[in-house]
């Protein structure tokens, strides 16, 4: 296994130590899932992004339109849905 040295001012050390002691791990464990929850963190950021694309894209949201108006471009949506899943079954 490498190994990489890292400098660190002792208080800095200190206070991650003393975490990780409160969490009953080592402090390479700590740290080890601070970057995995990092990692995961940027996924969910990511999909959050393209769902944002996606929607503008489809044309946003359609705030400001009436509940008629929402409803509508919901049967819409439905029937769009219905042709292109199911209507081949039928």
Do not use: C, N
């Not at 296994?1 to 009953?24: G, Y």
């Not at 990511?46 to 705030?63: D, H, K, N, S, V």
């Amino acid at each position: 296994m490498e190994t990489v040295t890292l400098e660190l001012p002792i208080s800095l050390h200190t206070d991650l130590q003393a975490l990780a002691e409160e969490q009953d791990k080592d402090l390479i464990t700590l740290l080890s899932r601070w970057v995995e929850r990092a990692r995961q963190r940027q996924g969910w950021l990511r999909g959050w992004e393209e769902l944002q694309a996606l929607i503008e894209q489809e044309g946003g949201l359609q705030t400001g339109a009436t509940k008629e108006a929402i409803v509508e471009q919901m049967r819409k949506t439905r029937q769009e849905i219905f042709e292109t899943e199911y209507a081949h079954l039928y």
